[in-house]
């Protein structure tokens, strides 16, 4: 716990210390003393940590073989039902099992690696409760009653359509196995509605409300009850993402066009509007273009949904989520803003996705600043940029390497073009950028300066455009202000 904590501490002892190496001595410390043969729940709770570590450190081995042992230790004491002393020691059992189903998830399709803890049906094994009850039940406590699920419990059930998510992107990919559109959309709208299934029968005081997420900010759950919500629209986000490579119109020649350009003098971006809460290479046919563009939209819609409530949780104290798996999360939302600076005619679109890839991009840095786990997430997005230059028809289309940039997290990502057999330098000019686990000042000026010079000469193309469009056309008055929509008082 002190190698993990001590990168968020203030203490004067360490603010000279680089937050990401804080904790190096005490991690040294624990898998030193670490013994996997006593099979102990307390075992099973060491090795969770000390994968965390891994996993924050990006040491991808090290990382799967102590989440195996704890998933193994959790199996042969088979805690899911342990008998127990008391309920208070019953419900850690049963939030370590499903900690450790829903890790056994993100490790596997991160790593590429079969899941150990093969659960087709959660029903079998009870879910916990919820989190008011558990944390007023006494040492003691030898029932906890009824109660109303919880966050860790809709968690569970979320992660539970996430498997049949990444098993349908894989199975059209790898396998092959639905070969028919027709086929792909049907399969596709079952997990749509199992979505917003889940979404629909949320209890009140799980609902994304401003008032709930303040509520769970006073109680120390409010990055917890975000992780929530914000996992609810990423895997929204992901089942419809193939979708978008359907969506695309003729706004990429311009802006590759741009790259090579001089940036423009910066400008006052204009504010994010408010919103509120309501692929296979197939040969794309007139009967099914609508609902393959209503996907495509539904994936754009759930990314604003989640850069909205990410940026709600950056202004309220103890809510600001900075947990490493929304490093990843966010560069595959800050692609689907891509494809709109990319493809979309829309003024006011672009303005929205390079006004909310900058604060995207500030936050991964942020995030970088504590995790060695986010030099590879950039990464990734550098890789996703570079193949949109290289051939940006081909960036967005559900294969092989679009599986791995959606799902395999904890693997390096290629550059597109060697999938594509493309020469990466043509018509394009170079890059030295490279990846490192422990980037230095410099590294960190460099990818800023990478950033500044992508998005930056893209923020006047449109501009540029219309100008040169209206060079004989009369003065047009300005526009009037379009009205925001009403903020409303179920969404956050």
Same mark, same amino acid.
């Given at each position: 716990?002190?190698?993990?904590?001590?990168?968020?501490?203030?203490?004067?002892?360490?603010?000279?210390?680089?937050?990401?190496?804080?904790?190096?001595?005490?991690?040294?410390?624990?898998?030193?003393?670490?013994?996997?043969?006593?099979?102990? #729940?307390?075992?099973?709770? *060491?090795? &969770? @940590?000390?994968?965390?570590?891994?996993? +924050?450190?990006?040491? $991808? !081995?090290?990382?799967?073989?102590?989440?195996? #042992?704890?998933?193994?230790? *959790?199996? &042969? @004491?088979?805690?899911?039902?342990?008998? +127990?002393?008391?309920? $208070? !020691?019953?419900?850690?059992?049963?939030?370590?099992?499903?900690?450790?189903?829903?890790?056994?998830?993100?490790?596997?399709?991160?790593?590429?690696?079969?899941?150990?803890?093969?659960?087709?049906?959660?029903?079998?094994?009870?879910?916990?409760?919820?989190?008011?009850?558990?944390?007023?039940?006494?040492?003691?406590?030898?029932?906890?009653?009824?109660?109303?699920?919880?966050?860790?419990?809709?968690?569970?059930?979320?992660?539970?359509?996430?498997?049949?998510?990444?098993?349908?992107?894989?199975?059209?990919?790898?396998?092959?196995?639905?070969?028919?559109?027709?086929?792909?959309?049907?399969?596709?709208?079952?997990?749509?509605?199992?979505?917003?299934?889940?979404?629909?029968?949320?209890?009140?005081?799980?609902?994304?409300?401003?008032?709930?997420?303040?509520?769970?900010?006073?109680?120390?759950?409010?990055?917890?009850?975000?992780?929530?919500?914000?996992?609810?629209?990423?895997?929204?986000?992901?089942?419809?993402?193939?979708?978008?490579?359907?969506?695309?119109?003729?706004?990429?020649?311009?802006?590759?066009?741009?790259?090579?350009?001089?940036?423009?003098?910066?400008?006052?971006?204009?504010?994010?509007?408010?919103?509120?809460?309501?692929?296979?290479?197939?040969?794309?046919?007139?009967?099914?273009?609508?609902?393959?563009?209503?996907?495509?939209?539904?994936?754009?819609?759930?990314?604003?949904?989640?850069?909205?409530?990410?940026?709600?949780?950056?202004?309220?104290?103890?809510?600001?989520?900075?947990?490493?798996?929304?490093?990843?999360?966010?560069?595959?939302?800050?692609?689907?803003?891509?494809?709109?600076?990319?493809?979309?005619?829309?003024?006011?679109?672009?303005?929205?996705?390079?006004?909310?890839?900058?604060?995207?991009?500030?936050?991964?840095?942020?995030?970088?600043?504590?995790?060695?786990?986010?030099?590879?997430?950039?990464?990734?997005?550098?890789?996703?940029?570079?193949?949109?230059?290289?051939?940006?028809?081909?960036?967005?289309?559900?294969?092989?390497?679009?599986?791995?940039?959606?799902?395999?997290?904890?693997?390096?990502?290629?550059?597109?073009?060697?999938?594509?057999?493309?020469?990466?330098?043509?018509?394009?000019?170079?890059?030295?950028?490279?990846?490192?686990?422990?980037?230095?000042?410099?590294?960190?000026?460099?990818?800023?300066?990478?950033?500044?010079?992508?998005?930056?000469?893209?923020?006047?193309?449109?501009?540029?455009?219309?100008?040169?469009?209206?060079?004989?056309?009369?003065?047009?008055?300005?526009?009037?202000?379009?009205?925001?929509?009403?903020?409303?008082?179920?969404?956050?």
């Amino acid at each position: 716990m002190m190698a993990l904590g001590a990168r968020f501490s203030n203490a004067p002892s360490l603010v000279f210390m680089d937050r990401r190496v804080r904790g190096a001595s005490a991690a040294q410390r624990a898998m030193a003393l670490f013994d996997m043969t006593d099979t102990s #729940v307390t075992t099973i709770q *060491a090795s &969770v @940590l000390l994968g965390t570590i891994c996993f +924050a450190e990006s040491k $991808t !081995e090290a990382e799967a073989m102590y989440y195996a #042992v704890a998933n193994r230790l *959790a199996q &042969v @004491l088979n805690l899911a039902h342990r008998e +127990a002393d008391n309920e $208070t !020691e019953r419900q850690v059992n049963l939030r370590i099992w499903w900690t450790l189903y829903m890790i056994d998830i993100w490790c596997s399709t991160g790593l590429h690696l079969p899941r150990q803890l093969q659960t087709t049906d959660i029903s079998f094994i009870e879910l916990p409760v919820n989190e008011a009850l558990f944390l007023g039940l006494e040492p003691r406590s030898l029932h906890s009653g009824t109660a109303s699920s919880g966050i860790w419990a809709e968690m569970v059930k979320l992660a539970h359509i996430w498997v049949d998510i990444f098993d349908l992107n894989q199975s059209v990919i790898l396998h092959h196995d639905i070969k028919d559109p027709a086929a792909l959309e049907e399969a596709v709208e079952t997990l749509l509605r199992r979505l917003e299934m889940w979404s629909a029968s949320l209890p009140l005081h799980l609902r994304k409300t401003r008032s709930n997420l303040e509520y769970y900010t006073s109680v120390g759950l409010g990055s917890a009850f975000a992780a929530l919500h914000l996992g609810y629209h990423y895997y929204t986000e992901v089942l419809c993402y193939q979708f978008l490579a359907e969506d695309e119109g003729q706004g990429h020649q311009q802006w590759h066009h741009s790259q090579h350009q001089h940036p423009s003098p910066d400008s006052d971006e204009p504010q994010t509007p408010q919103y509120s809460t309501t692929s296979p290479p197939y040969p794309p046919q007139t009967s099914r273009t609508s609902t393959r563009h209503e996907y495509a939209e539904k994936c754009k819609d759930h990314a604003r949904h989640f850069c909205d409530l990410l940026y709600t949780c950056q202004q309220l104290p103890s809510a600001e989520c900075l947990y490493i798996m929304v490093g990843h999360m966010l560069v595959v939302t800050s692609t689907v803003y891509i494809h709109t600076l990319v493809f979309s005619e829309r003024e006011d679109e672009i303005a929205v996705a390079r006004t909310r890839l900058e604060r995207n991009f500030q936050t991964l840095m942020h995030l970088q600043s504590y995790w060695v786990k986010l030099d590879v997430s950039l990464s990734r997005l550098r890789a996703f940029h570079n193949a949109c230059k290289v051939s940006a028809e081909h960036s967005f289309a559900m294969d092989k390497w679009m599986l791995c940039f959606l799902h395999e997290h904890g693997l390096s990502l290629p550059e597109r073009h060697m999938d594509l057999n493309l020469d990466p330098g043509a018509h394009f000019p170079p890059t030295s950028w490279k990846t490192e686990r422990n980037r230095s000042a410099s590294a960190e000026l460099t990818l800023q300066d990478w950033y500044s010079q992508t998005f930056s000469q893209n923020q006047h193309r449109t501009q540029d455009q219309s100008q040169s469009q209206n060079q004989n056309q009369p003065e047009q008055p300005p526009p009037h202000p379009q009205p925001q929509p009403q903020d409303q008082a179920q969404d956050v």
